[in-house]
């Protein structure tokens, strides 16, 4: 009966419109297992299928299909079928089908993303030891990586920006090896500092993958003398010490007086990098030059010796009487000056007065009459004072 099967086709194409199956793309590193998920939210006992990029069945429903003991049955249900791919290469990247039977056939695509881990970088270029001075190269290489690696080299924990970047396709035609060149000029505070190669890639977890060269570096000595005491006293004793540093590390120093040989061994005794000097005297003033060689070269300091009296030190750090003296003595010339000044001054306007009430008293029988008189000579006041030349 035509007309049923066409009945029942209808019906069935109209549940399965609501059926759909439901994928992720997913990214794995070589080496590691991939989880492939399908899921259909509502399925009326329609089957499942995965397949691989070459269209090859891997699992319909719960049955395996291709013979590869990588691929293994995580969960089969009419709402999920789930598969997982052990020890994933590089070749089993690509697009994956998953596959929903209902009429007409229903799929949706994953795509299996393989990392290629950057293998452990090695840096070459460095032969030591290097002399101070020289240009530097140092070449830091890895190889397998996909997508291809990031290289970042580091000085001192500083990154270093200015650097030369490769990147190669290797013979798989899938991976990359990347190579950095660093390029600098070396001084003697490079010696014993760590320079260090980063790789840095999606793979690696955040951990990175690190080559380490320690540098070496070779320079002529530098030489500094320290005396025991800033102010060397006759009598007393002083060391001077040769601080010499270089590499290879500096012979025993030389010590030398005026250029020639220290006059006085018994007193002058050198003792490693230290010239002990017994009981300064006068004659002991000069300039002392300490040498220090090695198979770089040789550098020198000198240091010129002034022997003081103590009598004359012990005046210079007491208190200095001659100035307190001169001090004292301004100030009193200038207080007997000012004290004349003011004499002069009060003598010159000085001037014999009578008072209101002495005026009209020269006259008065009483006091009374006295008053009265004093105050009628106001107006002649003026004219009664006299000046004294």
């Given at each position: 009966n035509l007309n049923g099967y066409s009945t029942?086709?209808?019906?069935?194409?109209?549940?399965?419109?609501?059926?759909?199956?439901?994928?992720?793309?997913?990214?794995?590193?070589?080496g590691g297992t991939a989880i492939l998920t399908c899921r259909v939210d509502q399925n009326d006992n329609t089957s499942l299928q995965w397949s691989n990029p070459a269209q090859q069945t891997l699992y319909f429903d719960d049955k395996k299909a291709?013979?590869?003991?990588?691929?293994?049955?995580?969960?089969?249900?009419?709402?999920?079928?789930?598969?997982?791919?052990s020890d994933v290469s590089l070749s089993d990247e690509g697009q994956y089908t998953c596959?929903?039977?209902?009429?007409?056939?229903?799929?949706?695509?994953?795509?299996?993303?393989?990392?290629?881990?950057?293998?452990?970088?090695?840096?070459?270029?460095?032969?030591?030891?290097?002399?101070?001075?020289?240009l530097m190269q140092l070449t830091c290489k890895t190889s397998g990586s996909k997508p291809a690696a990031d290289i970042r080299w580091f000085k001192n924990d500083k990154e270093i920006k200015d650097v030369k970047y490769l990147k190669e396709e290797d013979a798989n035609r899938k991976t990359f090896t990347v190579s950095s060149t660093l390029?600098?000029?070396?001084?003697?505070?490079?010696?014993?500092?760590?320079?260090?190669?980063?790789?840095?890639?999606?793979?690696?977890?955040?951990?990175?993958?690190?080559?380490?060269?320690?540098?070496?570096?070779?320079?002529?000595?530098?030489?500094?003398?320290?005396?025991?005491?800033?102010?060397?006293?006759?009598?007393?004793?002083?060391?001077?010490?040769?601080?010499?540093?270089?590499?290879?590390?500096?012979?025993?120093v030389l010590w030398t007086k005026d250029?020639?040989?220290?006059?006085?061994p018994d007193r002058m005794v050198v003792s490693g990098r230290e010239l002990n000097i017994l009981f300064l005297n006068k004659t002991d003033n000069g300039t002392y030059r300490c040498e220090a060689t090695n198979t770089i070269g040789q550098s020198s300091a000198e240091y010129v010796l002034i022997v003081h009296d103590p009598n004359a030190l012990a005046g210079q750090n007491g208190p200095d009487h001659a100035l307190i003296g001169g001090i004292v003595a301004v100030v009193v010339f200038v207080t007997l000056c000012s004290i004349f000044l003011l004499g002069r001054y009060l003598a010159r306007h000085k001037g014999t007065y009578l008072t209101n009430e002495a005026k009209g008293a020269e006259d008065a029988p009483d006091a009374d009459t006295a008053i009265i008189n004093a105050e009628g000579s106001q107006v002649n006041a003026e004219e009664k004072k006299e000046y004294f030349i």
């Amino acid at each position: 009966n035509l007309n049923g099967y066409s009945t029942l086709f209808k019906e069935y194409s109209h549940c399965s419109q609501g059926q759909f199956p439901l994928t992720q793309n997913v990214t794995v590193v070589e080496g590691g297992t991939a989880i492939l998920t399908c899921r259909v939210d509502q399925n009326d006992n329609t089957s499942l299928q995965w397949s691989n990029p070459a269209q090859q069945t891997l699992y319909f429903d719960d049955k395996k299909a291709l013979r590869d003991n990588r691929i293994e049955l995580v969960r089969a249900s009419w709402h999920e079928l789930s598969i997982s791919v052990s020890d994933v290469s590089l070749s089993d990247e690509g697009q994956y089908t998953c596959s929903l039977f209902t009429m007409p056939v229903k799929t949706s695509k994953a795509y299996l993303t393989v990392l290629g881990v950057p293998e452990k970088p090695q840096i070459s270029g460095f032969s030591s030891p290097v002399m101070e001075g020289d240009l530097m190269q140092l070449t830091c290489k890895t190889s397998g990586s996909k997508p291809a690696a990031d290289i970042r080299w580091f000085k001192n924990d500083k990154e270093i920006k200015d650097v030369k970047y490769l990147k190669e396709e290797d013979a798989n035609r899938k991976t990359f090896t990347v190579s950095s060149t660093l390029d600098f000029r070396v001084d003697r505070s490079d010696d014993g500092v760590a320079v260090i190669c980063r790789v840095d890639h999606e793979s690696l977890n955040a951990t990175p993958q690190v080559a380490m060269q320690v540098l070496e570096i070779h320079y002529t000595p530098s030489v500094k003398i320290i005396p025991s005491t800033p102010f060397p006293q006759e009598g007393q004793p002083l060391i001077l010490t040769c601080e010499s540093k270089g590499k290879p590390l500096p012979e025993p120093v030389l010590w030398t007086k005026d250029g020639g040989e220290l006059p006085d061994p018994d007193r002058m005794v050198v003792s490693g990098r230290e010239l002990n000097i017994l009981f300064l005297n006068k004659t002991d003033n000069g300039t002392y030059r300490c040498e220090a060689t090695n198979t770089i070269g040789q550098s020198s300091a000198e240091y010129v010796l002034i022997v003081h009296d103590p009598n004359a030190l012990a005046g210079q750090n007491g208190p200095d009487h001659a100035l307190i003296g001169g001090i004292v003595a301004v100030v009193v010339f200038v207080t007997l000056c000012s004290i004349f000044l003011l004499g002069r001054y009060l003598a010159r306007h000085k001037g014999t007065y009578l008072t209101n009430e002495a005026k009209g008293a020269e006259d008065a029988p009483d006091a009374d009459t006295a008053i009265i008189n004093a105050e009628g000579s106001q107006v002649n006041a003026e004219e009664k004072k006299e000046y004294f030349i």
